[in-house]
């Protein structure tokens, strides 16, 4: 079946299996690879993305079911050779480590500071209790979301 | 694998009817989960995602109507939160933004987990479930909708349209065991209000029987009333846990969940 969709600020429109999740239509079809695809379960966040501006993991929602919608993923985030100030602080405070979760985090905290332009520490865990780290690389994580916030 | 996505609640029901074998989409939070691993491939997929009869809640006679598709993070929203307290405690505590953003309270009825966290908020106020068909719509109070483990009364054609509740406005709270505060399904839960007016308490527990059981005592008997509870149990050994600590944690949430609704 052909979907519509707006992906990163540009209509597009695909053919998709009816029991595919839409992390596999970005990835496969759409030829945006930078959400992750991990658990497959929505237990680790490395595939969240924005979808009508709610952050959702992408493996959780039928390819089907974004027809009509609009999504922002990882790749939409910063401008050619400009990053996102989320992304900018990821790199400086050393927030990296094998990269696999970094997508999803990087989603997860725009949109907090979002929501949440000044967000307390508690804040800042919950909105993150969704991504995990295997590298456990949490503490630079969070420098990097107080960096951006402060900026 | 066909989707069909209807735009009305009435091409919804049209649409069961003649496809009765479609399974129900709403968040996905479950289904996808059974497709992503190949454990079920249904023929067609009903998304009752574009519906907007079964998004958010409205007030009548003093009840609310709970969209089927209203998600747990709507549910955090005020004056909702205010006004069931208890579900919001327990939609606080499901998976992650993520998941909340997702999620909807019509989908943890149609998954019928007896760990669903949205269940024991709902039984110890009453809760009933408008049940719509393309033949007319019926109610059914939520503690008989529940029939099994993962089995709900819905009867061939049929659709979860909303969820009744009327307030009590009874202290109430909801409290989960689990490993860490996120993502956790439950290995036991409990909600339970202290009911003045009624003079009654009604507690509500998850994960410890096939399905989320109802308890209720009078305010007198509150002493005796974690020990109902647990015995009213009939947990199991599983991977989160064995039935004896289940049995035990059931035990110690009624106590604290007492003290903190007779406070």
């Not at chain 1, 969704?130 to 402060?150: P, Q, S």
Request: charged fraction near 25%.
């Amino acid at each position: 079946m052909r979907i519509e969709v707006t992906v990163n600020s540009e209509a597009r429109e695909v053919d998709v299996w009816g029991g595919e999740s839409l992390l596999h239509t970005l990835r496969e079809r759409l030829g945006l690879p930078g959400s992750k695809n991990a658990c497959e379960q929505g237990e680790c966040g490395s595939c969240s993305v924005l979808l009508d501006g709610k952050l959702v993991c992408a493996c959780l929602v039928l390819g089907a079911q974004a027809d009509g919608h609009e999504i922002v993923t990882v790749e939409g985030l910063g401008q050619e050779g400009q990053l996102h100030r989320v992304q900018e602080a990821f790199v400086e405070t050393g927030a990296v480590q094998c990269g696999f979760c970094t997508p999803g985090l990087v989603m997860a905290s725009v949109d907090l500071l979002e929501r949440r332009p000044d967000p307390s520490d508690d804040e800042i865990r919950e909105a993150l209790s969704g991504n995990l780290c295997r590298c456990t690389g949490y503490a630079k994580i969070f420098e990097a979301v107080r960096l951006a916030a402060a900026r | 694998m066909d989707v069909l996505t209807p735009r009305s609640l009435d091409e919804a029901l049209t649409l069961k009817a003649q496809h009765p074998e479609a399974v129900a989409l709403q968040g996905g939070t479950d289904l996808l989960v059974e497709l992503n691993f190949d454990r079920r491939r249904p023929q067609a997929i009903l998304n009752l995602a574009e519906v907007e009869e079964l998004r958010g809640w409205s007030r009548e006679d003093g009840s609310l109507r709970l969209g089927a598709g209203l998600t747990y993070a709507e549910v955090l929203e005020s004056p909702l939160a205010g006004q069931l307290p208890a579900l919001a405690e327990a939609s606080r505590t499901v998976g992650s933004p993520q998941i909340r953003n997702r999620g909807t309270i019509g989908g943890n009825l149609g998954t019928a987990s007896p760990a669903g966290d949205a269940l024991p908020p709902l039984l110890v106020e009453g809760a009933e479930v408008e049940i719509a068909s393309a033949g007319g719509s019926r109610r059914l109070p939520l503690r008989e909708f529940l029939v099994g483990p993962k089995r709900n009364a819905l009867e061939s054609g049929e659709l979860i349209a909303a969820v009744w509740v009327r307030p009590s406005g009874a202290p109430q709270t909801f409290m989960k065991v689990g490993p860490r505060n996120a993502m956790v399904i439950a290995v036991c839960s409990l909600a339970l209000a202290a009911d003045r007016e009624r003079e009654e308490i009604r507690a509500s527990f998850g994960s410890a029987g096939p399905v989320a059981g109802l308890v209720t005592a009078t305010l007198g008997e509150a002493a005796e009333f974690p020990e109902r509870v647990a015995a009213a149990a009939s947990p199991i050994d599983d991977v989160r846990g064995t039935a004896e600590y289940r049995r035990h944690a059931l035990r110690v949430l009624t106590r604290r969940a007492l003290e903190r609704c007779l406070a």
